[in-house]
Structures are given as C-alpha cells and as structure tokens.
C-alpha cells in the first residue's frame, strides 16, 4: 500500500492564481481531512469528508473548496490564491476514530 | 472541545526513557487520549490512543491517571529518531470527521 499520497510536494503561487492539491489514499478509508500548518503551530482543519460525495467545513475553511467524488481522492481547490495561504498543507484519512494516517504535505508559498 | 496543556520541550538521552505530560482536566467521560508525534518534515504520525487503562504499543505506553484528568506517553527508550513534536489529543468517540485538534505539543530533543 502507498497509504496517502499528496502532489505536488512542493508550489509557488502569484496572489489570485487558482490551483488544486491532490490526496489519495489506497486503504479504503471513509474518512479524509486537509490540515494546514503554519510555521511554528499546529495543525488546523479546512475541510473533512465522512465518504464519497458528503463534505463539511473544518476550523479554517475560507478560500478553499473540496470536494468527494470517490473513495480515493480527496482534492483541496484554492479558489484564488492569498499570502496568508502560504503554509504546509496535510490530507489525512481514516477507516475509524484512533488512528489518522498522514501524507507527506505540500508547502505552497503564495507571492 | 476540551483542552490539553503540554509542556513546550523536553529533552531526554539517547537509551533513556522519556516521560511527556499532558493535564486535560476538563476532559469528558467519551473523550478518547490520542497521542500523535510529527518528525521534522513530515506529516503527523499515531502514536497510541487510550480510554481509561494503561495502554502499551510497539511504540510507547500511555499512563492514563484514575481521574483521568492527566496522562502520560513513556517511550521506554529513546532513540535519536524519537526527536519530534508530540501532541496530546482529545477525542470524542462521536466527533465529526473525526477531527483532531492539535496544540502546541511537546517538542522532544535526543542526545547521542
């Protein structure tokens, strides 16, 4: 298993540029998240999915959009882009309540 | 959701065994104790996770105070690979998503 995959690893971004990051995961999980974290913080959520077509909004969800069209994918769509954007982005996902398997993250710097 | 309060650091050597504290003293009677921890440049990774007993993993061991209104994650002997963020954790068996809401954590420094 690959687990969660996350591309790209890295990005650079123009304010007002759009762009999508990618998530998936072969294990099957219903359950998958995007987290950012900003230098120096914890992780905080944007958007979670309990499965394929139902989505919510987390702790940060402004200026992102999500969506879940099957198990496996979960992409995070920044709609125009902004420099307090700048951050490490996280998709995790899960079959259950304990434990959340994490991808590698995406730092996107935003200019 | 409830709050956790961990110290900023530790440090510990290399061999030795490590104790971080987490006080969680509004805790409620369904939320769950969740340890991750985060290596430098990567994603959060799980650690152990308990109720109300001691619990024991691979990895370390999670003391769980009778009040349950603090705990304890003892990795039993450090190694330079343990130096990572950990974070304390609370759950509630029902939450949406399962969402985790991370704080600070402890960061843990290993010395050869």
């Known amino acids: 298993n690959a687990g969660v995959t996350q591309t790209p690893k890295f990005q650079v971004l123009k304010t007002g540029q759009s762009m999508t990051l990618q998530c998936a995961q072969d294990m099957n999980h219903e359950y998958m998240s995007w987290y950012r974290q900003d230098p120096g913080m914890g992780l905080r959520l944007i958007h979670y999915s309990v499965g394929a077509g139902i989505t919510d909004q987390g702790e940060v969800p402004n200026g992102y959009n999500v969506s879940r069209s099957t198990t496996e994918d979960f992409p995070l769509r920044l709609l125009s882009a902004a420099p307090s954007q700048t951050s490490v982005y996280f998709c995790a996902s899960s079959s259950g309540p304990h434990e959340q398997f994490f991808g590698p993250g995406t730092r996107l710097t935003v200019l | 959701d409830a709050k956790t309060t961990q110290p900023n650091s530790m440090e510990s050597n290399e061999e030795e065994p490590v104790h971080l504290p987490c006080n969680h003293s509004?805790?409620?009677?369904?939320?769950?104790i969740h340890w991750y921890r985060q290596l430098p440049s990567q994603g959060p990774e799980y650690v152990i996770h308990?109720?109300?007993s001691n619990v024991n993993n691979r990895m370390a061991s999670l003391a769980i105070a009778e009040d349950r209104k603090s705990s304890t994650l003892i990795l039993h002997r450090a190694t330079l690979r343990d130096a990572a963020v950990y974070y304390c954790?609370?759950?509630?068996?029902?939450?949406?998503?399962?969402?985790?809401?991370f704080g600070g954590g402890t960061r843990v420094l290993v010395k050869p």
């Open positions: 954790i609370l759950t509630g068996i029902k939450a949406a998503g399962n969402k985790l809401t």
């Open positions: 509004t805790i409620s009677g369904t939320d769950y």
């Open positions: 308990g109720l109300t």
